[in-house]
């Protein structure tokens, strides 16, 4: 069964490629994963946004992870593996799917994707959506989405940004085409010795204080995109993103057991075709089909020389993944009072591993299966709904040879309804039932005198529900407020047995409720954005020795204010406060509740003949000592330098 509707989706593709149609589409959108239609009524949410070029490029350094974070329900560590950590309203990034041009991205093995080493420059547009993603989106996203769009700009030009100072970037950019035919290409090289500590606290064990141990990385990545417009009505491009690190691993300052890790490689690679047609005035089709390779090497030594792996926790291990799918979805008016959206996606995974040098190659592989079917409702020219449901389904394959759990299935659903009031008051209500797939590594991951794999996980389930207000004054006046809703069953966590022995298990429940408010001004040469969340994410469930779900900050406020002088000279400011948070101490595995902390940003900048732009950022600017997860300080004061071109 399952190869007669991988067949049937292929074959419907190239049908799709190959016919022709009178129409030609007006937008393109290569690389979105939903289409929009103009004969759709329903309301944009606040919970579903874009965060476009210009927010991007104001950010600092290479990490595309620097734009997300001030927005409300948004929060972003780094974590022990020295990797950017994505919360969505309490969901970790597990919970929420990432896309790169509708391509989802993760390790296959872990369900986690480091996004501080993608190329910042090679992007676009970020698009989010935290209340009700679309079934478009398939599996894994119960907590949201995020959709990494590249650019693809039509008009001839080039953007080149220099940066150095604590950190040294250099980007390229070149935009152009002739006639249908468009290109785009992109590369960035990035580089670090470490960054500095603000301070040296008197419990530290693995930490020296100066310059951070092991903080160094280097960084170098590339997207080539080439694409054709009305090609026999069909919109064609194919993108190459590669990606090449190399990367120390910060040690625990206050662990009784160190460890000594570095990234010798961590390189990823995604190919990725994308199309979309029109069949008359009343089906619109577009889709994708990739192949993406992910490989990483990282190696543990035995002290802090990193020079030699003797003693009997040092490891190289190798990753060594990769995976190919496809994604259609259709847009139909079929003559019912709103369009009708129906959705497919297929996707393999295969994940190598050798646990240490010389042992031999694992393999393990595992398909998943999507489907869904939408339809907007226009009751009346103030009032629209939507309405899903979807399927999901996840076959394991192969392994390591041993037994395979069984298939996994999923039905998923949601609901919403908005209401404009007048021209700058709109409401919106919505609930959807989502699902998470256990990863391989929640199945299989089994290490001798530690953990124990469990074949038998089942999916976690949540339910979500959110109510909205956005009111809008004159587009000087932004007001957006939401109260959302989450709960999760079967949520899988780690359970200590007998023997110093763990295993993942289904045991508990979470609920996540909170308010979401978000403000821009906009006058003159004045606008400031301002948001606040706050959050209460427990663990309910009945046996739990504490209620308490770590990095999950109980209030976020982000305050970004930014004056335009009238000679070119622009001035920036970014506030961000977290508090009450918790971490988790790794030798006793407790909860530590973590400092409140307030930080401080400054970014100065000033155009001059049109096309050039100097500019100076200091982040910490009052160099406080801070950490997002516990026992992985963040840097001090950093001082940047840049100059940014467009010709």
């Given amino acids: 069964m399952k190869k007669i509707l991988l067949l049937l989706m292929l074959m419907l593709m190239a049908f799709t490629l190959s016919l022709n149609a009178q129409d030609t589409l007006k937008n393109y959108n290569l690389g979105e994963v939903v289409v929009t239609s103009e004969k759709s009524n329903l309301i944009k949410s606040s919970s579903v946004f874009d965060i476009r070029l210009d927010a991007i490029e104001e950010t600092d350094g290479n990490d595309i992870t620097s734009a997300i974070k001030f927005y409300p329900g948004m929060y972003v560590t780094t974590s022990s593996k020295n990797e950017a950590r994505i919360y969505m309203r309490g969901y970790d990034q597990r919970q929420v799917a990432v896309f790169l041009d509708g391509v989802p991205i993760y390790e296959p093995y872990t369900g986690l994707v480091d996004l501080s080493n993608m190329p910042k420059s090679a992007f676009e547009k970020i698009t989010i959506s935290k209340g009700m993603p ?29 940066e150095t100072g604590s950190a040294h970037t250099t980007s390229l950019n070149l935009n152009g085409g002739y006639g249908n035919l468009f290109y785009n290409v992109n590369a960035a090289y990035s580089k670090s010795n470490g960054f500095e500590l603000s301070e040296v606290k008197d419990n ?14 280097e960084n170098l990545g590339g997207m080539f995109k080439l694409g054709y417009n009305n090609f026999n009505n069909i919109n064609l491009a194919y993108s190459l993103i590669v990606v090449n690190n190399e990367k120390g691993v910060p040690t625990d300052v206050y662990t009784s057991r160190p460890r000594y890790w570095r990234y010798s490689e961590w390189k990823k690679t995604i190919n990725n075709l994308m199309f979309n047609t029109d069949f008359g005035t009343s089906v619109r089709i577009k889709g994708n089909v990739y192949y993406e390779n992910y490989k990483n090497v990282l190696n543990s030594y035995d002290d802090n020389s990193f020079t030699t792996q003797n003693r009997k926790y040092a490891f190289r291990s190798t990753y060594d993944d990769h995976s190919y799918g496809l994604n259609l979805l259709s847009n139909i008016d079929a003559g019912l009072p709103g369009i009708t959206n129906v959705s497919l996606s297929w ?33 009346s020219k103030n009032i629209s709904a939507v309405a899903g449901v979807g399927y999901d389904l996840l076959t394991p394959v192969y392994s390591a040879g041993n037994d395979l759990p069984s298939e996994s299935n999923s039905v998923n659903a949601f609901a919403g309804i908005s209401y404009k009031v007048n021209n700058a008051i709109a409401l919106h ?18 290490t001798i005198g530690r953990d124990v794999a469990n074949p038998d996980l089942k999916n976690e389930q949540s339910f979500n529900t959110e109510l909205g207000i956005n009111y809008n004054l004159n587009q000087t006046i932004t007001l957006n407020s939401n109260v959302f809703y989450s709960s999760i069953d079967d949520l899988i966590q780690v359970v200590f047995l007998q023997g110093g022995l763990r295993q993942l298990q289904n045991i508990s429940k979470a609920e996540m409720k909170g308010v979401e408010l978000g403000l821009r001004i906009s006058e003159n040469n004045f606008n400031m954005n301002f948001g606040y969340t706050y959050l209460s994410a427990k663990n309910t469930a009945d046996n739990a020795s504490s209620d308490i779900l770590e990095y999950r900050p109980e209030h976020v406020l982000t305050a970004v204010p930014a004056y335009q002088l009238g000679f070119g000279t622009s001035i920036r400011a970014e506030l961000f406060f977290f508090g009450n948070k918790y971490g988790v101490d790794a030798d006793t595995r407790d909860f530590v509740k973590m400092d409140n902390y307030l930080l401080a940003n400054l970014k100065l900048s000033h155009t001059f003949f049109d096309d050039y732009t100097l500019y100076l950022r200091i982040n910490n600017l009052t160099d406080i000592y801070y950490e997002t997860e ?15 071109c467009e010709w």
């Fill in 429 to 446: 209500a919505n609930a959807s039932k989502k699902n998470r797939f256990p990863t391989l590594k929640e199945f299989y991951s089994s």
């Fill in 134 to 162: 679309s079934l478009a989106y398939g599996s894994n996203s119960m907590g949201g989405t995020i959709n990494f769009i590249t650019k693809q700009h039509l008009d001839q030009n080039i953007n080149f940004n220099i």
């Fill in 347 to 379: 996707r393999m995974d295969v994940h190598k591993e050798e646990g240490n040098m010389n042992q031999g190659f694992s393999k393990y592989e595992a398909s998943v299966f999507s489907s869904g079917l939408e339809q907007d409702i226009n009751i």
């Fill in 630 to 644: 516990y026992g992985f300080p963040q840097p001090g004061r950093e001082l940047f330098f840049g100059l940014s």
């Fill in 204 to 217: 530290f064990m693995n930490e020296d204080g100066s310059r951070r141990d092991n903080s160094d990385y």
